[in-house]
T-cell receptor, first 116, second 109 residues
Framework: GAGVSQSPRYKVTKRGQDVALRCDPI?????LYWYRQALGQGPEFLTY????????KSGLPNDRFSAERPEGSISTLTIQRTEQRDSAMYRC??????????????FGPGTRLTVT | AQRVTQPEKLLSVFKGAPVELKCNYSYSGSPELFWYVQYSRQRLQLLLRHISRESIKGFTADLNKGETSFHLKKPFAQEEDSAMYYC???????????FGKGTKLSVKP
């Protein structure tokens, strides 16, 4: 079946603009995660959802970042008033199990965001 | 603090040589450790997890709680093993992963 998809794959925006990044998880997957990966670094946790409930948003760097998953499927990560330091690869992952050990997170291809 | 450390940014070996990618972690609870791999132009994917005690593509990793390590090993490297490897720690029951910075493995012919 189809894997996790993300759109757009590449986004170039000017400083100060808002951007919305979309993640479509594997059908039926309960948990959805957002990570951010700067060049030369590993993915860094931003936030995650179980169904439509945002369980943890402690990784969001500031209040310009927000995420939602209103119907428990597709999720949108929104960055307001973008800054150059927001440039990174944004990765989404989904998982079929909640709080269970040994589960696998399936990653999407990522969205490469460049703020000029 | 919860942390995953991969000390080598780049590891270069010749085909057929043994390879060991190091991973150390810092975690106060009972950890769940994973290795993820990203081949060129592909997405990040799970390679193996410690609780499964499995061998995937000839790779193994043993959790050593005394040394807080989870090193990835393969006795005979292949060119197709060239990729970026990330060690990751699952944080308690929350589910999100804490990643190391990654090690780029280059296997030369």
């Amino acid at each position: 079946g189809a894997g996790v998809s993300q759109s757009p794959r590449y986004k170039v925006t000017k400083r100060g603009q808002d951007v919305a990044l979309r993640c479509d998880p594997i059908s039926g997957h309960v948990s959805l995660y957002w990570y951010r990966q700067a060049l030369g670094q590993g993915p860094e946790f931003l936030t995650y959802f179980n169904y439509e409930a945002q369980q943890d948003k402690s990784g969001l760097p500031n209040d310009r970042f927000s995420a939602e998953r209103p119907e428990g499927s597709i999720s949108t990560l929104t960055i307001q008033r973008t800054e150059q330091r927001d440039s990174a690869m944004y990765r989404c992952a989904s998982s079929s199990r909640v709080g269970a050990g040994g589960y696998e997170q399936y990653f999407g291809p990522g969205t490469r965001l460049t703020v000029t | 603090a919860q942390r995953v450390t991969q000390p080598e940014k780049l590891l270069s070996v010749f085909k057929g040589a043994p390879v060991e990618l190091k991973c150390n972690y810092s975690y106060s609870g009972s950890p769940e450790l994973f290795w993820y791999v990203q081949y060129s132009r592909q997405r990040l994917q799970l390679l193996l997890r410690h609780i499964s005690r499995e061998s995937i593509k000839g790779f193994t990793a043993d959790l050593n709680k005394g040394e807080t390590s989870f090193h990835l090993k393969k006795p005979f490297a292949q060119e197709e093993d060239s990729a970026m490897y990330y060690c990751a720690l699952r944080r308690g029951s929350q589910g999100n992963l804490i990643f190391g910075k990654g090690t780029k493995l280059s296997v030369k012919p």
